[in-house]
């Protein structure tokens, strides 16, 4: 089984930088994806950005500003963020995606607001 847990998450100025940490328990392995999704009121869960085997992967809206990477002997990702924007403001979902299998995993989420 695996557990995930966001940290990171405040309330920020419009072009102030966050960085959120996703600690992940359980097996884990290096072939799994991981990533960060978000969801802000009243829209649909979106892809931010993901990390496979060290090739990150990124939503048109946040390159060049967000970014991930792995700690693989942590088994924690990270998602820094800079130049936020009030449309940034969301939950953000860290995600574990094991491929053999197909199965998703989810954490509880940590809220990120950006003011104008």
């Known amino acids: 089984q695996v557990q995930l847990v966001e940290s ?6 419009a072009g102030g930088s966050l960085r959120l940490s996703c600690a992940a328990s359980g097996s884990i392995f290096s072939s799994d994806v991981m990533g960060w999704y ?5 829209n ?3 892809l931010v950005a ?14 060049g500003r967000f970014t991930i990477s792995r700690d ?14 009030p449309e940034d403001t969301a939950t953000y979902y860290c995600n574990l995606y094991r491929q053999r ?3 998703n ?12």
Do not use: F, H
């Open 8 to 13: 990171g998450g405040g309330l920020v100025q």
């Open 44 to 46: 649909q869960r979106e």
């Open 50 to 63: 993901r990390i496979y085997v060290g090739v990150p992967n990124y939503a048109d809206s946040v390159k």
């Open 72 to 85: 693989n002997a942590k088994n924690t990702v990270y998602l820094q963020m800079n130049s936020l924007k």
């Open 101 to 103: 299998g197909g199965t």
């Open 105 to 116: 995993y989810w954490g509880k989420g940590t809220l990120v607001t950006v003011s104008s």
């Open 38 to 42: 978000r969801q802000a009121p009243g």
